[in-house]
């Protein structure tokens, strides 16, 4: 070979006479080496490790599957700065700098606020920044630490926050918002965006597979008589995620499992079995093999069950008409736990019976009981005269425990109409009795210590006194202004023209300061208050009706409970009174509330209610005192209303 030519291939080259370097290699490969230019090389399969990953170099933003949540920022600062004027903005990739990077949409607005850092710069780009790439500058506020803006036609922020000599942001948040700044700032987390059916529940640890039960209902049989589960082979399936399982029949007693408040229902199909595992039992409910149901719940020595799908509860279909809502009680609407009362007081004269007298019957409770009783403004009547409400709560547990202080609230009001003073004073009566006489009355003892009461005793205190005063019965109804609060609300409001009637409803809706009170509180506080109860007078027994007790309800259900508590107090009046018992039928009248009034507005504030119209008087041949009797029993009547209500609550629907 001659050693003079120049014209030398590499396979020509004895390796073994000495090494390379690198005045042998091309510009481009040398740059390549470097890391300056990139190398076009398809990589072997498996070839590249997590080590060889530079740390976060994949961020979601390079991802189709996974895009940021609230904040768009990733959390990973770039070096790097942003140079040049407001119309000369460039990327400088080798600047000392840091910056935010953050993929947005275009022509969207966001809201972006920093913590730390002496720069807050903020210019966009239509591609991921390249060095040297000319930027759209959006601001160059460096006093600033929060702003808000549209990104127009670029996919990409670049916000510049701390120079060479500055120090990295604690956070940075970029979030997508119509208008406003950022608020409380929110971690950078990942939202996953997969394809619909594309993971299977098997992939996912400690997630409980659900089941529907499809097929006949009677393949599916729940005795909570018998404590049982009992499975017929044909014609019952278990879907739960694609799968569906045909199981065996069988019978599957839980008799044995005690002390349960909640019994978790699985099928394991390994088995081919029905399996029941406390709800406290996890390590079971989180096996991969095992499918769940539906559960079983114990509630003093009451059992109830839920199940998704089709089934039986004890042969009979759960969802028929008769509401029973899955549970094994066969006197769901039966009244069998009645308050009796030993009330032996007589009633005041009509004239003592003022706003001031109720008044002082309640603040003499607040006095006495502070830590059970308080008082506070309700509203201002039309007279001028205050409305005052009371909250009567039972006692407060040790400790917070999660928000259990929290009591069913029952909210009663009475004296809407100022000549029905029987009201007012059985309201007032009942909660005197309540306070004082619990320790020897097992079920005052359940109402105080379960329910917080609201009561407002006397809604048109100028009614109640001017008919204290000798004012007339149409006249006294209504307030100071002459309309019948109860038909002044929106709910069925219809114009009245003769302002001398009973029923006239004032010139428009919630005209009044009393019905605009009682309006404002059903706003504020329908979402806390369970049940409302308005309390009236309707007349004398058996003068003026034919009954004794009238309930009006709106709801069903809530229609079938106070015939279970108005049967009950026809019962202890009729076994008392020969009189009374000698007369047919059960004294007792329930119907709908008229189209306007107070429960009409608590109907379409969706809340439970009863309007109770009680007796001013019970008589009778072998009754002594017809007054003083119904002062008795119309407490009673309030009193087992909401004892029925506490049994009940969980069956109305």
Not at 188 to 215: C, F, T, W
Not at 234 to 259: M, Q
Not at 321 to 336: E, V
Not at 582 to 604: A, C, F, H, M, Q
Request: glycine fraction near 8%; proline fraction near 4%; charged fraction near 20%.
């Amino acid at each position: 070979m001659d050693k003079n030519t120049n014209d030398i291939s590499i396979s020509q080259i004895n390796k073994n006479k000495g090494l390379l370097d690198e005045t042998y290699l091309s510009e481009e490969l040398l740059q390549q080496m470097a890391g300056n230019t990139p190398i076009h090389s398809v990589p072997a399969n498996k070839s590249i490790t997590n080590a060889k990953v530079a740390e976060k170099a994949v961020s979601p933003i390079e991802t189709t599957f996974a895009k940021m949540g609230k904040n768009k920022f990733d959390g990973v600062f770039t070096k790097g700065t942003i140079t040049g004027g407001v119309d000369s903005a460039m990327w400088n990739g080798e600047g000392d700098g840091y910056c935010a990077i953050v993929k947005v949409k275009p022509n969207t607005r966001y809201a972006l606020k920093k913590s730390g850092g002496d720069r807050f710069r903020i210019a966009g780009s239509p591609s991921y920044p390249s060095d040297g790439a000319s930027l759209q500058v959006f601001q160059f506020i460096d006093g600033q630490s929060s702003t808000g803006l549209a990104v127009g036609n670029n996919n990409y922020l670049i916000v510049y926050v701390t120079s060479p000599s500055g120090q990295i942001p604690d956070w940075l948040q970029v979030e997508e918002k119509e208008e406003g700044t950022v608020g409380e700032y929110t971690s950078p987390k990942v939202v996953l965006d997969l394809e619909e059916k594309s993971v299977n529940y098997r992939s996912l640890q400690h997630v409980l597979n659900l089941a529907m039960i499809v097929g006949r209902p009677s393949t599916f049989n729940v005795s909570l008589k018998n404590k049982e589960i009992i499975l017929k082979h044909e014609g019952v399936f278990f879907y739960a995620g694609s799968t569906r399982y045909n199981p065996s029949g069988g019978v599957y007693s839980f008799a044995h499992i005690t002390g349960f408040l909640t019994l978790m229902v699985v099928y394991n199909p390994d088995s081919d079995s029905i399996e029941f595992f406390a709800s406290s039992d996890y390590k079971n409910l989180q096996r991969n093999n095992v499918v769940l149901l539906g559960v079983i719940r114990n509630e003093s020595s009451e059992l109830s069950c839920y199940f998704n799908g089709l089934y039986h509860v004890d042969g009979r279909n759960p969802f028929d008409n008769n509401r029973s809502r899955n549970t094994s009680s066969s006197n769901l609407f039966i009244h069998d736990d009645y308050l009796n009362l030993n009330e032996d007081r007589s009633v005041p004269s009509r004239s003592e019976i003022t706003s001031d007298y109720i008044r002082g019957i309640f603040d003499d409770l607040v006095d006495e009981f502070p830590n059970r009783v308080t008082r506070s403004l309700f509203g201002i009547a039309s007279d001028d005269s205050d409305i005052f409400m009371y909250e009567v709560k039972p006692p407060q547990l040790f400790n917070d425990a999660g928000g259990l202080n929290d009591f069913p609230k029952v909210f009663i009001h009475a004296g809407i109409h100022g000549h029905e003073w029987g009201s007012v004073l059985t309201v007032a009566r009942f909660f005197d009795n309540l306070l004082r006489n619990w320790k020897d009355n097992k079920e005052l003892r359940k109402l105080l210590f379960n329910v917080h009461f609201i009561v407002v005793p006397v809604m048109n205190p100028w009614g109640l006194d001017n008919y204290a005063s000798g004012g007339g019965g149409v006249e006294s109804r209504k307030n100071a202004n002459g309309v019948d609060l109860n038909r002044n609300f929106p709910s069925g409001w219809t114009y009245e023209s003769d302002e001398t009637s009973m029923n006239y409803a004032g010139e428009e809706p919630l005209s009044e300061p009393e019905t605009q009170a009682m309006y404002n509180f059903i706003q504020d506080n329908k979402s806390d208050i369970i049940y409302e109860i308005g309390v009236h007078n309707f007349g004398i027994y058996p003068d003026s009706n034919d009954y004794a007790m009238w309930y009006a309800a709106s709801n069903e259900d809530v229609k079938k409970m106070v015939k279970g508590v108005g049967m009950s107090w026809s019962a202890e009046l009729k076994a008392n009174y020969q009189s009374i018992e000698d007369v047919e039928g059960s004294l007792v009248r329930i119907s709908t509330p008229l189209k306007s009034g107070v429960e009409n507005e608590w109907n379409e504030a969706g809340v439970f209610n009863t309007l109770l119209e009680l007796p001013r008087e019970i008589n009778g041949n072998d009754i002594p005192d017809g007054e003083k009797l119904a002062d008795k029993m119309s407490q009673e009547s309030l009193g087992n209303l909401i004892l029925g209500l506490i049994n009940k609550y969980p069956y109305l629907k």
